[in-house]
């Protein structure tokens, strides 16, 4: 009688399949035009899930129990945006 709770998982899953890459393409347009420089943007863009990948992947190799003291102090551990000229502290 009710709806299907998997139908209403892929109702979800079908905007998000569509914001997302636009807004990704938003966030580069706003470093190309920052940088005036497609290299730079791209590297920039692409350094910052992977720093953020290895800010999660070492304290999950390393056994560690997370708290949320670990998850409020591991943005700053993420070095691609901190770095001086990239975003202002």
Same mark, same amino acid.
């Given at each position: 009688m009710? +709806?299907?709770?998997?139908?209403?998982?892929?109702?979800? +899953?079908?905007?998000?399949?569509?914001?997302?890459?636009?807004?990704?393409?938003?966030?580069?347009?706003?470093l190309y035009s920052t940088f005036k420089s497609v290299r730079l943007s791209l590297l920039i863009f692409l350094a910052v899930p992977v720093a953020a990948s290895g800010g999660i992947l070492a304290p999950a190799l390393s056994h560690l129990t997370w708290s949320l003291l670990m998850l409020r102090y591991l943005p700053p551990l993420f070095p691609a945006p901190r770095r001086p000229g990239i975003t202002r502290d």
């Open positions: 009710g +709806v299907d709770p998997d139908a209403r998982d892929l109702e979800a +899953v079908h905007p998000a399949s569509l914001i997302t890459p636009v807004v990704m393409l938003v966030i580069w347009l706003l």
